[in-house]
């Protein structure tokens, strides 16, 4: 895995560069400026520093007013007036990019600022450069905060919330790991909001914790963050899947990226509708303790640039590593419905190619797990060994699988399990899958229910013999997907 170089490092390397005008990208205004004012402070003789901003013109630290810079073309015209090296951070100058004099002031800065030592800084969360400031300008994203960040943020804010010593080592690994992708500020509100009211550090605020980066996947419109609510023993079956996932559990770690091990990129999960592939993603996420969040492709197509609506997905999913991204089915993302790879249009091919790269090259600790019904649609180039670390194909349960599905789902309604013949059940769904199986158990549980009563097994054998499997009615499609998957994945479940 290459090494990350932080923000405060590139803005030192941008410097050494020479560049009297820096693009930094970023939504922390006071991360950056302290960041700025740190570099400063570290040459021999330490640097002037002032921000601007179109409210406040000119300021320095200590609140000193430059007059009359409120406007961006005067308040240029003060700092190229300045004598000496100095750093100057402007405020979302970028909005002001529509008038020609502020671009034409800025050009000029260049060219009078190279090797002055004084160095114009413009930050704002957007990159709006205009065509005649390319050549011009440096630009630079300010990653969010770092592990060492993180940690020193959460020292602090440990020992406020929860008193001496705060949090004991191995907590604040977990919470350093689910805080991540969030700026500073949003750390602060997130614990005050979960400690504030219950000074205490446990699985419960840690899910709490977990939950509130569904605010960050909610204002990109196209992320939908999922509650990790399912465990492993609510999955009935599928031991080749549930074994593998047990074996690279704690793969998933930092630690494990410090020794060296591959880190897994994803899975791919095919085959039969209904039969637990998005439960298993659900499961995924509790299991190896990481939030999950769905990309919806429909809104993804929805918008007026589905290629900037994809990419700054990726950008955001991996800003908050580590994580599950989720992308159900797969195969319409990629053909659109349509049955070949692009769909005829522009925009699926580019994003198709896209995710490739991304899969094949993404550092951040992103796991994939995608699912596909309609699996013939998939090109071969999403299945090579690369993209994902293993195909599974998960096909109708067999009887031992259907036991176990139906004790789970008895469970949830609290039965005297010893009072049911799950054998007898099992034997008289073969051809189910496990959402019929589901529903035959819920409908049998309403109607007890509506009759005041308990559920008993006499309930559930009505509502079996009641229901026609999908498998009865899509026979021939059923033994298509079999044979196409025959070869090319592993099966999730164990013969």
Not at 2 to 19: H, K, N
Not at 171 to 195: C, M, P, Q, W
Not at 264 to 271: D, E, F, Q, R
Not at 451 to 464: F, G, I, P
Request: glycine residues 8%; charged residues 30%.
């Amino acid at each position: 895995m290459s090494q990350i170089v932080r923000g405060p490092e590139r803005i030192r390397r941008a410097l050494l560069g020479g560049y009297p005008l820096v693009y930094v990208r970023s939504w922390e205004e006071a991360r950056v400026e302290r960041a700025i004012t740190g570099v400063g402070a570290k040459y021999e003789k330490p640097v002037p520093f002032a921000s601007w901003s179109c409210v406040d013109g000119i300021r320095s630290p200590s609140g000193e007013a430059w007059p009359d810079t409120a406007d961006p073309v005067k308040a240029l015209d003060a700092i190229l007036r300045f004598e000496g090296p100095g750093f100057f951070l402007m405020k979302d100058l970028p909005a002001h990019f529509e008038r020609p004099e502020v671009v034409r002031r800025l050009r000029d800065a260049y060219r009078q600022l190279k090797g002055k030592g004084r160095h114009i800084f413009l930050v704002s969360p957007r990159l709006l450069l205009p065509q005649d400031l390319k050549k011009e300008i440096y630009v630079l994203d300010y990653d969010l905060p770092g592990d060492d960040e993180i940690a020193y943020v959460l020292t602090h804010l440990g020992k406020r919330f929860l008193g001496e010593p705060g949090f004991v080592d191995a907590d604040l690994r977990r919470l350093g790991s689910a805080v991540k992708g969030l700026t500073l500020d949003e750390i602060e509100h997130v614990l005050s909001k979960v400690l504030g009211r219950r000074p205490v550090f446990d699985d419960d605020a840690l899910r709490e914790i977990l939950a509130e980066k569904e605010q960050a996947s909610r204002k990109e419109g196209v992320l939908e963050f999922i509650s990790p609510r399912v465990s492993m023993e609510d999955v009935g079956g599928l031991e080749n899947l549930k074994d593998w996932l047990t074996k690279r559990k704690n793969l998933f770690t930092r630690e494990s990226v410090d020794a060296g091990m591959p880190v897994p990129k994803g899975i791919l999960l095919m085959g039969m509708s209904g039969c637990g592939k998005s439960l298993s993603v659900k499961v995924i996420s509790s299991f190896w303790n990481l939030p999950l969040f769905r990309l919806d492709m429909n809104l993804v197509f929805g918008t007026d640039s589905p290629e900037y609506a994809f990419h700054n997905a990726l950008q955001t999913v991996e800003g908050m590593a580590p994580a599950l991204l989720w992308i159900d089915e797969i195969e319409m993302a990629i053909t659109g419905g349509s049955g070949t790879s692009t769909g005829g249009d522009g925009s699926l091919g580019r994003i198709f190619s896209t995710f490739l790269t991304w899969m094949q090259e993404k550092d951040a600790l992103v796991f994939v797990a995608a699912t596909a019904n309609r699996i013939h649609l998939l090109p071969a180039e999403i299945i090579r060994k690369g993209r994902f670390d293993q195909v599974f194909f998960v096909d109708l349960p067999n009887e031992e699988e259907r036991k176990q599905i139906f004790a789970v789902h008895l469970r949830r309604h609290k039965v005297n399990l010893d009072k049911f013949d799950v054998v007898f059940l099992a034997k008289a769904t073969k051809g189910w899958n496990g959402a019929e199986i589901e529903a035959a158990v819920n409908s049998s549980a309403i109607e007890a229910f509506a009759s005041r009563r308990a559920l008993v097994e006499d309930d559930v054998s009505r509502a079996v013999s009641r229901a026609v499997p999908l498998s009865r009615t899509m026979e021939e499609q059923m033994k298509a997907i079999k044979s196409w998957a025959h070869d090319r994945a592993l099966s999730a479940s164990k013969s």
